[in-house]
């Protein structure tokens, strides 16, 4: 059974880093791109950032640019999502996912192009 578990969040203050973390259980996903997403209350779930199966390619929302990283461990079988200079409205749950394309080079920005998902993690940041 293939499992994504997020963790990593929290409260934090503004100005302030979170790392969050994705682990893979079940399935190898060092050969597979992957993405977070992020969903605040009373709104739809949204982009954040992509990385593709190599980590030769990551593309973010423009809300994060310059703020976020996205990593790969393969060892691991995770994803990092280094989260900087944090602002209340990056308060949101926070999900990774995983798309089922083995070596694809591309990143995608759309969550209806990813299969696997995990079960998020609550990111606050207090003004």
């Known amino acids: 059974q293939v499992q994504l578990v997020e963790s990593g969040g929290g409260l934090v203050q503004a100005g302030g880093s979170l790392r969050l973390s994705c682990v893979a259980s079940?399935?190898?996903?060092?050969?597979?791109?992957m993405g977070w997403f992020r969903q605040a209350p009373g709104k739809e779930r949204e982009f954040v950032g992509a990385i593709n199966w190599s980590a030769s390619s990551s593309e973010f929302a423009t809300s994060v640019k310059g703020r976020f990283t996205i990593s790969r461990d393969g060892a691991k079988n995770a994803m990092y999502l280094q989260m900087n200079s944090l602002q209340p409205d990056d308060t949101a749950v926070y999900y990774c996912a995983a798309r089922d394309q083995y070596r694809s080079n591309y990143v995608y920005f759309s969550s209806h192009q990813y299969e696997y998902w995990g079960q998020g993690t609550q990111v606050t940041v207090s003004s």
């Open positions: 079940g399935r190898i996903f060092n050969n597979y791109p």
